[in-house]
């Protein structure tokens, strides 16, 4: 069992950075995936990254276009999301997930474990 808790959400303007955090706690995993989805009203819950200790370097969506960076603190079980020049389309609840699937995981239903969330607004 792992429990991941987000923090760092907000209400933004147009340009602004922002940097979410999640804290994994519980059950510890050689190999694992941590990713970042996000879910806007109306919208079904989207991919946005995720880093595995199966590869090099973290993956994202294409929408991310280089504004997102996920980075890691292994000691503190940390977890990152640097989000630069936000955008209204990025305005959403942020998840973080964790999962046990072999790559690249990419799909919510390879992630088995899920933080509550936090909003992100981003305002014009």
């Known amino acids: 069992q792992v429990q991941l808790a987000e923090s760092g959400g907000g209400l933004m303007q147009v340009g602004d950075s922002l940097r979410l955090s999640c804290a994994a706690s519980?059950?510890?995993?050689?190999?694992?995936?941590m990713g970042w989805f996000r879910q806007a009203p109306g919208k079904e819950r989207e991919f946005v990254g995720a880093l595995s200790t199966f590869l090099i370097s973290p993956y994202y969506s294409d929408f991310v276009e280089g504004r997102f960076t996920i980075s890691e603190d292994v000691a503190k079980r940390t977890v990152y999301l640097q989000m630069n020049s936000l955008k209204p389309e990025d305005t959403a609840v942020y998840y973080c997930?964790?999962?046990?699937?072999?790559?690249?995981?990419?799909?919510?239903?390879?992630?088995?474990?899920w933080g509550q969330g936090t909003q992100v607004t981003v305002s014009s």
């Open positions: 519980g059950g510890t995993f050689s190999n694992y995936a």
């Open positions: 997930a964790f999962s046990i699937k072999y790559g690249s995981p990419r799909r919510a239903t390879d992630y088995r474990y």
